[in-house]
């Protein structure tokens, strides 16, 4: 696809460390993360996070239903865009074969040696257009040996996020392996939340005024 003569359409996520916005070229639409007009002093970390996407969709390429990397020049990430809904806004209530799906494209991931980090968000979540699940917003996603010890805890941390989503739209269908997962708390979780939440939450809401609205469209 040509993407030099690409014009923005629709701002989906606007945010300290980049603008992520819905393209259209002449080959079709995609979705570009922008880092033009991010702080200096944030350009950094913008860049890293940018990069980890890159090398994550890398990693991924060719696995059905998450992005397609399409090109990284150290300032705009472009991808595959992926017609559908955020789960929260297509709730899969009492959809077990979504859930099912999203099982096996979660042990697709993890088969590559990707851990996606970020799946405790519906927004990263996608119901496509024909009911399958999908996977967007590889910015904090790991690489690694998938048989190491230290990806087999997060791959699990994955798969409890997709229990949680589970438990709340088709809680009747849990096993009573998954009911187990989902109560045993990893010491990686229980660190995040009484050390790294704290601090996350009062970077991006108060420092960052950090706006996760991508799939929502613009604010008015």
């Not at 709730?91 to 799906?101: E, I, K, V």
């Not at 010890?149 to 849990?174: P, S, V």
Request: charged share 30%; hydrophobic share 40%; aromatic share 10%.
């Amino acid at each position: 696809m040509n993407r030099s003569d690409a014009i923005e359409v629709q701002a989906l996520k606007a945010d300290s460390f980049g603008r992520i916005s819905l393209m259209r070229a002449a080959g079709g639409v995609f979705v570009r993360r922008d880092l033009a007009h991010v702080p200096w002093w944030l350009r950094l970390p913008a860049w890293w996070l940018a990069r980890r996407e890159a090398r994550a969709l890398q990693a991924i390429r060719g696995m059905p239903d998450t992005p397609q990397l399409l090109g990284w020049d150290g300032r705009r990430l472009d991808r595959s865009f992926m017609a559908g809904a955020a789960m929260y806004q297509r709730p899969p209530r009492g959809d077990l074969a979504y859930f099912r799906s999203a099982r096996r494209l979660l042990q697709q991931l993890h088969r590559r040696g990707v851990a996606h980090n970020d799946l405790a968000k519906e927004a990263n979540w996608l119901v496509l257009e024909d009911g399958r699940p999908g996977l967007i917003d590889f910015q904090l996603a790991t690489r690694g040996d998938p048989r190491a010890r230290w990806m087999r805890l997060l791959f699990r941390e994955d798969l409890r996020h997709l229990l949680k989503h589970k438990r709340m739209y088709c809680r009747d269908a849990l096993t009573p392996v998954e009911k187990r997962l989902l109560k045993r708390r990893s010491w990686l979780r229980e660190l995040w939340f009484r050390t790294g939440k704290p601090v996350y939450r009062f970077l991006t809401r108060r420092v960052f005024k950090w706006e996760d609205n991508e799939g929502r469209g613009p604010k008015p």
